[in-house]
């Protein structure tokens, strides 16, 4: 319920401005598509077979472990909005070496930041990203998921508003509060940049990267968005290696 609020509040003030309508409309058919596919796939595909063949993998594997797990709420939330964080931000590492930069770079397409293209990727990356498999072995093994639910929900919320354009400005109190441990829009926008060189892997926290040299810290937009790719739609979708 948290990612879909987050969807239709940041999808609802992406249509009331007119600026990115414009840039919006400005978009090609093949990229609303990859979107509009991706969303889908992410949003609802990938949730059900997370409740039904990953769950049904690990009751095979681990039988007698279901529901066997107790943790005090704050510690299953910050096992899933902390140390899974961290574990993504090695993930995501190492989807930008070159074995696996083929088929990340359709996410690195993107030539604006806005809601509907962040789960623009290659159908079977989703399989590849560390949330499918651990979160749904923490959710079968925790006696009540629920708190480590909400942390899951809170970074994917995150991941939305990291995509947008909706980011605070500088000079505000809500940037000052929050510019020092958590990825901003902005900080994500550079990691997308078109000139990128690397870093700000982080998905919620800033720390990572800074521990390990990948952070870059720049308050203005960078100018130009999106990785150059002629590949056609099904190589995007299906098979983007050439």
Request: proline share 5%; glycine share 4%; hydrophobic share 45%.
């Amino acid at each position: 319920m948290l990612i879909f609020i987050a969807f239709i509040i940041l999808l609802f003030l992406t249509f009331a401005n007119q600026n990115i309508i414009t840039i919006l409309v400005s978009k090609n058919r093949q990229d609303w598509l990859l979107d509009m596919i991706g969303l889908c796939f992410q949003g609802i595909i990938i949730p059900i077979l997370q409740i039904t063949v990953v769950f049904q993998l690990y009751n095979n594997l681990l039988p007698t472990l279901k529901s066997a797990l107790t943790l005090h709420p704050l510690i299953a939330f910050s096992l899933s909005f902390i140390c899974v964080d961290y574990l993504y931000y090695w993930n995501h590492r190492i989807f930008h070496t070159p074995w696996f930069w083929s088929v990340h770079k359709v996410h690195h397409t993107v030539t604006t930041m806005d809601v509907v293209g962040t789960s623009r990727n290659t159908l079977w990356t989703s399989f590849l990203i560390i949330y499918l498999w651990v979160h749904s072995l923490f959710i079968y093994l925790l006696q009540d998921p629920t708190w480590y639910i909400f942390g899951a929900s809170l970074t994917s919320a995150l991941d939305l508003w990291r995509h947008s354009t909706f980011t605070p400005k500088p000079t505000s109190k809500i940037y000052r509060l929050l510019a020092p441990w958590l990825i901003l829009p902005q900080d994500h926008a550079w990691h997308h940049a078109r000139n990128y060189e690397g870093g700000n892997y982080g998905a919620n926290f800033k720390i990572w990267d800074k521990i390990h040299g990948t952070y870059s810290d720049n308050e203005k937009q960078p100018e130009n968005l999106g990785a150059i790719s002629n590949l056609s739609l099904s190589q995007k979708l299906f098979f983007p290696f050439i």
